[in-house]
T-cell receptor, first 113, second 105 residues
Framework: ETGVTQSPTHLIKTRGQQVTLRCSSQSGHNTVSWYQQALGQGPQFIFQYYREEENGRGNFPPRFSGLQFPNYSSELNVNALELDDSALYLC????????????FGPGTRLTVT | AQRVTQPEKLLSVFKGAPVELKCNYSYSGSPELFWYVQYSRQRLQLLLRHISRESIKGFTADLNKGETSFHLKKPFAQEEDSAMYYCPWGDKIIFGKGTRLHILP
């Protein structure tokens, strides 16, 4: 059984650019959630995908979008990057919609300059 | 609307002393509450959930509906307990700002 992996580990982008972050779920998990964690803050819920469909969204603008693939891996896309988008982006996978236990990845550190 | 608050940003406790990390909630209906922990340089991980009523690493958390609380407790703190602790809620696992627990030698 492999854990949740994320790529890349670190990323530096310029304001206005677009970025794609990737997440590979833990084996057997069909639900993935994405979080943004700014420095010194708790993770903020961006959205959740279950079986390739969005299943809930937090208070993030539409330029944050996602995809979940048939193998349950996932992408987070952010368009028109802003300086405030600089953060650690976490994905977490779980089994089914009863998300009692989520398994978190190590995160991708995004810096927007 | 459901909401959970952790009133302490930082809690410093001497090794061997009891620990209580506070988590207060306001809910309509049955709450879904958890404790997650993030040790230094490690991933965020589940510590406890309210439905399981188990003890993990010596920690327990009881749902107190009268006081609307789900405090995390441990009778004797250990240095390895130093970490960030979060009390998220809901089926989407919504996190607040958390409490940093610092165990003093």
């Amino acid at each position: 059984e492999t854990g949740v992996t994320q790529s890349p580990t670190h990323l530096i982008k310029t304001r206005g650019q677009q970025v794609t972050l990737r997440c590979s779920s833990q084996s057997g998990h069909n639900t993935v959630s994405w979080y943004q964690q700014a420095l010194g803050q708790g993770p903020q819920f961006i959205f959740q995908y279950y079986r390739e469909e969005e299943n809930g969204r937090g208070n993030f603008p539409p330029r944050f979008s996602g995809l979940q693939f048939p193998n349950y891996s996932s992408e987070l896309n952010v368009n028109a990057l802003e300086l405030d988008d600089s953060a650690l982006y976490l994905c977490a996978s779980s089994s089914g919609l009863a998300t009692y236990e989520q398994y978190f990845g190590p995160g991708t550190r995004l810096t927007v300059t | 609307a459901q909401r959970v608050t952790q009133p302490e940003k930082l809690l410093s406790v001497f090794k061997g002393a009891p620990v209580e990390l506070k988590c207060n909630y306001s809910y309509s209906g049955s709450p879904e509450l958890f404790w997650y922990v993030q040790y230094s340089r490690q991933r965020l991980q589940l510590l406890l959930r309210h439905i399981s009523r188990e003890s993990i690493k010596g920690f327990t958390a009881d749902l107190n509906k009268g006081e609307t609380s789900f405090h995390l407790k441990k009778p004797f703190a250990q240095e390895e307990d130093s970490a960030m602790y979060y009390c998220p809620w809901g089926d989407k696992i919504i996190f607040g700002k958390g409490t940093r627990l610092h165990i003093l030698p």
